[in-house]
């Protein structure tokens, strides 16, 4: 076995490849619980033949691919996706570059090539919806009907329901845009998060006597405005916190930003990037009439979220370290 994280690009050299490893593959955009039954079977399989273990992945994601030109709000960054599979237990991570030739790779030609003849791979773990190949002919039934003459094991995963509502990245992304953060929490298997590098901002909060540390979030994030009680991590450090995500409707309505007030923290942030997990959702951006009031509010803001906090001691994503 491969005692830290490792990642395998298309320019990793054939001979630093591991052979013989079990892989989990799917798109993986969040690594929510659906995802979680692929990798743990993968896993399964894996220790009971004794061979390393890793998911293998697209990058860019293919929506993005075949869409360009259409907005695709990401649960992970590829960055962030390869953390968050880190903390499963894998490995490593085979990423490939989703491009024109991929895209128009028959399925049988993955598997032949990509699959046995570069990994060489063993067994195989999929969803009951993953396609592959051109024209997405490649399915979960065409690798359990090759697997045998391949000589390699495959295990399909059935969806995972929660209340009778299947778990998929999409539901996840709605409940975001809803504010809906314990259901988005319950498909994740944990809070789903954001990371980003602390930015210069109109320093309005410092003089409220909240000074905030401000994160821009990918311009396609359909997270719902409002205010939330988060979970800030910086390496190792946890800090609670209250974040505001929207347009300053009081002062600006500007491009949306992520602003966070770190609770009892003093110190400089600025340049520093920061892991932001969203625990519970608070209440709706609005409109104040005066600084008062706004004032006033954000005081009510803080008690809520560090009520929500205080609930959730240990809420946080498990993230992994990369090799």
Known sequence: MTTAF?????TTPAAEIPRGAVVAMGNFDG??????????????????H???????TFEPHPRSFFS???????LS??????????????DGAVV????KTRAGTSAQDFIHHDLIERLGVSGIAVGYDFHFGKGRAGTPSLLVSEGPRLGIEVDVQAHVDIEERPVSSSAIRMALAEGQIDEATAMLGGPWFVSGEVIHGEKRGRDLGYPTANIRLD???????????????RGAERFDAVASFGRRPTFDNGAPLLEIFLFDFKGDLYGSTLDVAFISFIRDELKFDS????IRQMDDDSARARAALAAEPDAFPKLGVIG
């Open 219 to 233: 311009k396609n994030c359909s997270l719902k405005h409002g205010i939330y009680a988060v979970r800030v991590g």
């Open 77 to 90: 960054d590829e960055a962030n996706k390869l953390r968050l599979l880190a903390g499963t237990g894998l």
């Open 96 to 99: 490939m570059t989703f491009d």
């Open 50 to 56: 004794g061979r390393p273990t890793f998911a293998v």
């Open 31 to 48: 690594v929510h619980l659906g995802h979680r039954a692929v990798i743990d079977a993968a896993l399964r399989m894996g220790r009971a």
């Open 6 to 10: 490792t990642v395998i690009r298309d």
């Open 68 to 74: 360009p030109n259409s907005p695709q709000f990401r």
């Open 291 to 294: 600084i008062d009031a706004l």
